[in-house]
């Protein structure tokens, strides 16, 4: 069966920060890149950050939205088939659900699969969500 959960979200006070997890089982997580978006109310799920290829590696690849450049990070446990969003710095704006998603790159993952265009109709797995709520 194939799996994302996400963990790790909650209430935070500005300037404070948080680490997400996405959790992956049940496809081969190497040949997915792992892409984290987020969706408040009355606006479209944005892509936030996005991660294929392995460090250990020394091919991978990353993006970041730029409204989250410099502030969060994304990393991997490829041991764990897990994913890590450490978001920095929060401010109410990043208030949202945020979901995990992969999309499948095989043999192109290594320093390719996070090629833009990021967008939630190109993601073949999602996970449920975890809400983040930043207060003043």
């Known amino acids: 069966e194939v799996q994302l959960v996400e963990s790790g979200g909650g209430l935070v006070q500005a300037g404070g920060t948080l680490r997400l997890s996405c959790g992956a089982s049940g496809f081969p997580f190497e040949d997915y890149a792992i892409v984290w978006f987020r969706q408040v109310p009355g606006k479209e799920r944005e892509e936030v950050s996005c991660l294929s290829g392995s460090d250990a590696r020394g091919d991978a690849m990353r993006h970041y939205a730029d409204f989250v450049k410099g502030r969060f990070t994304i990393t991997s446990d490829t041991a764990k088939t897990t994913v890590y969003l450490e978001m920095n710095s929060l401010a109410p704006d990043d208030t949202a659900v945020y979901y995990c998603?992969?999309?499948?790159?095989?043999?192109?993952?290594?320093?390719?699969?996070?090629?833009?265009?990021?967008?939630?109709?190109?993601?073949?797995?999602w996970g449920k969500g975890t809400p983040v709520t930043v207060s003043l």
């Open positions: 998603a992969a999309r499948r790159c095989g043999d192109y993952c290594s320093g390719y699969g996070c090629y833009r265009p990021l967008r939630s109709d190109g993601m073949h797995y």
